[in-house]
């Protein structure tokens, strides 16, 4: 046989999770034509990539994104395949592009996963071609797709669509019987045209973008019990996963979410629900997560939760920092950050303060930030003498001034100048190693594609496989290299039901190079990339170049010495996965 490609003299792992081998792979058609000990005939072969020394794994699967936008501008998606990443599901969080049109969408993304609302509005505006779930698939199918791309439909996105966003966020306001109908048969349009599911959100200090309905919760967090019910029945009748998002300052909401999982007198429902975190504010909650999967999958569920599994450490320019939206005087702030004059005005007023420092001295109950501002480092401002030290340490420095108004003197001077950082979950590596090895946790939410300031998780699932190796190597293993590679590929893409994930004979061959010598310090940093597509903006990303030799996407190589390829983004080397 005359292959496409060969990747030779590798450590082959096959995504199942069984032992790894010195192979040889050859690629014919986009897909492995050959798995062998002995080397394979490289006659009239255009491309071999030799990975002597080096892991040979599938593409990680990606399962949380909020890419519903750029993969419109900007489909090769190069920040996540440059990191190994070759499926990506889109449509989380309640959000998608389906249904709703330019300037809903432009509401639904722009505050929740800070990406800038014009680019949104002009991106959906110039773009969208589609009014069905199944033109929207063709709509990305003849784009030039790099990597893979599944989809949930969003709730938010069939709710506004269907009743308009302002009566889609209104309290007292229920569906028409004529509306529901419509929303159950847009969802089971969906799934027809190979949506993995259906994403939810319950979540509070989720808020609009825009004038119209600014500062109002997410469209799918107005639903009632009986509107999800009748959509969650849907999914269950065609095996199809539900991913939400319950209110942390609710905990009957996430009980609830958990326990629909649950199939009695019906079937079970796929439900994966974020997120299992290892949260500094509430360090006791890390052993339930574990706890409550156990419990409801042995009593007969399919339960996830879904984890990132790396520090959790977000930047903000000024205030510009989604989790300020979880009490009240810092979602306050944000609703004026489109009238910064009047956001300014209300930082130096004393009763404001006030307000501010009596949410910040709250110390109990749920919440996700741990609202300690001497945890929050300053690494840029146009006062050099505040660089390196923390908030509360400016207060001290100033005389013994509070951390609140330490923190709200510096933006008044400076405002988005003043950059920060903290880490807010997921910082003690026995709890993470812990969430990595059980079955009950599902490993992603990189939420890659938004929060481009505030966070960079691009590279989530190598920085998992450095910290695995290194455990093996010390001695102390918490679960095998083979075990980890399953559940950043195979397991995920089996449990969507997706063509992805394995490397097999027959199998999609998306295939990632990985070189465990630089599996070291160089994935912790990150650098800023701008975006050309939102004029420039600079983005947080990782730049670990080393680590990844080379990535194959349907066979044709697309990376090169962790840099992107001319092809990539310029021919379609991806699909749409349609869920079976």
Same mark, same amino acid.
């Given at each position: 046989m ?93 959000l ?14 722009g ?10 509005v ?10 069905t779930?199944e033109e929207y ?6 784009l ?5 791309i599944a ?5 938010s996105?069939?709710r ?14 229920? =569906?028409?019987?004529? +509306?529901?109908? #419509?929303?159950? @048969?847009? $969802? /089971?349009? %969906? ?32 639903a009632?019990?009986k ?54 504010a509430?360090?006791g ?5 574990p ?15 879904q984890?990132?599994?790396v ?10 920092? =989604?989790v300020?939206? +979880?009490?009240? #005087?810092?979602? @306050?702030? $944000? /609703?004026? %950050? ?18 501010f420092?009596?949410?910040?001295d ?36 100033r ?9 709200l ?5 400076h405002g ?50 450095r910290?695995?190796?290194d455990?093996? +190597? ?8 083979e075990? %980890? ?6 397991e ?23 070189d ?16 050309p597509e ?16 080379a990535?194959?996407?349907?066979g ?8 992107p390829?001319?092809i990539?983004?310029?021919?379609r ?8």
């Amino acid at each position: 046989m005359t292959y496409d490609a060969i990747v030779k003299n590798g450590r082959w792992f096959d995504g199942t999770g069984a032992p790894s081998q010195i192979r040889h792979l050859g690629i014919k058609g986009g897909r492995v034509a050959a798995v062998a000990a002995e080397p394979l005939d490289e006659t009239g072969c255009a491309d071999v990539v030799d990975a002597e020394g080096k892991w040979v794994i599938p593409g990680i699967v990606d399962i949380h994104t909020h890419y519903d936008v750029e993969v419109l501008l900007r489909p090769g998606l190069d920040e996540s395949v440059r990191h190994g990443v070759t499926s990506i599901l889109v449509g989380s969080c309640s959000l998608s592009t389906v249904h709703v049109d330019a300037s809903d969408a432009g509401d639904l993304f722009g505050r929740v996963e800070a990406i800038p609302r014009r680019h949104v509005v002009e991106t959906i505006e110039t773009k969208k071609s589609w009014n069905t779930a199944e033109e929207y698939v063709q709509a990305l199918e003849a784009l030039p797709l790099g990597p893979n791309i599944a989809a949930f439909i969003g709730h938010s996105d069939i709710r506004a669509a269907e009743m308009g966003l302002d009566r889609a966020t209104r309290k007292n306001v229920k =569906p028409t019987p004529g +509306e529901m109908a #419509s929303m159950e @048969a847009r $969802l /089971d349009e %969906a799934l027809d045209a190979g949506f993995v599911g259906m994403s939810s959100q319950q979540l509070m200090f989720d808020k609009l973008d825009g004038e119209a309905c600014r500062s109002r919760t997410l469209p799918s967090t107005y639903a009632k019990s009986k509107e999800r019910s009748r959509l969650n029945s849907i999914l269950r009748k065609r095996g199809r996963a539900l991913q939400g998002g319950p209110d942390v300052a609710r905990p009957q909401s996430m009980v609830a979410m958990t326990l629909s999982t649950l199939g009695v007198f019906r079937p079970k429902l796929k439900v994966s629900l974020l997120s299992a975190a290892d949260v500094k504010a509430i360090p006791g909650i890390a052993k339930l997560f574990p706890v409550m999967a156990r419990t409801v999958n042995s009593l007969g569920g399919d339960f996830r939760w879904q984890h990132l599994p790396v520090p959790f450490e977000v930047y903000s320019d000024g205030i510009d920092l =989604p989790v300020f939206e +979880e009490f009240g #005087s810092g979602a @306050a702030a $944000l /609703d004026l %950050a489109n009238r910064l004059d009047a956001q300014q005005a209300m930082l130096t007023d004393e009763a404001y303060r006030r307000r501010f420092r009596k949410d910040y001295d709250k110390k109990y109950g749920p919440r996700v930030w741990h609202r300690d501002f001497f945890d929050a480092e300053i690494v840029d401002c146009p006062d050099p003498t505040v660089i390196g030290k923390t908030f509360g340490q400016v207060g001290i420095d100033r005389g013994g001034v509070h951390p609140v108004d330490a923190f709200l003197d510096l933006l008044v001077e400076h405002g988005k100048k003043v950059r920060w950082r903290t880490t807010i979950s997921n910082h003690r590596p026995e709890v993470l190693n812990t969430f990595a090895s059980d079955p009950g946790i599902q490993l992603g939410f990189s939420d890659a594609g938004a929060h481009l300031r505030n966070m960079s998780f691009y590279n989530f699932g190598l920085r998992l496989l450095r910290r695995v190796n290194d455990a093996v +190597e010390a001695g102390t293993p918490f679960m095998s290299v083979e075990q %980890a590679v399953h559940r950043l590929t195979g397991e995920l893409a089996d449990w969507y039901g997706l063509d992805a994930g394995h490397l097999r004979v027959g199998d999609r061959a998306d295939i990632v190079v990985v070189d465990p010598a630089h599996l070291d310090e160089t994935l912790d940093g990150y650098a800023e990339s701008p975006v050309p597509e939102y004029d420039g903006l600079s983005r947080m990303v990782n730049r670990n170049d080393a680590t990844v030799p080379a990535v194959l996407i349907g066979g044709r190589p697309v990376v090169a010495d962790g840099k992107p390829l001319p092809i990539l983004g310029a021919e379609r080397t991806g699909d749409f996965l349609r869920a079976s």
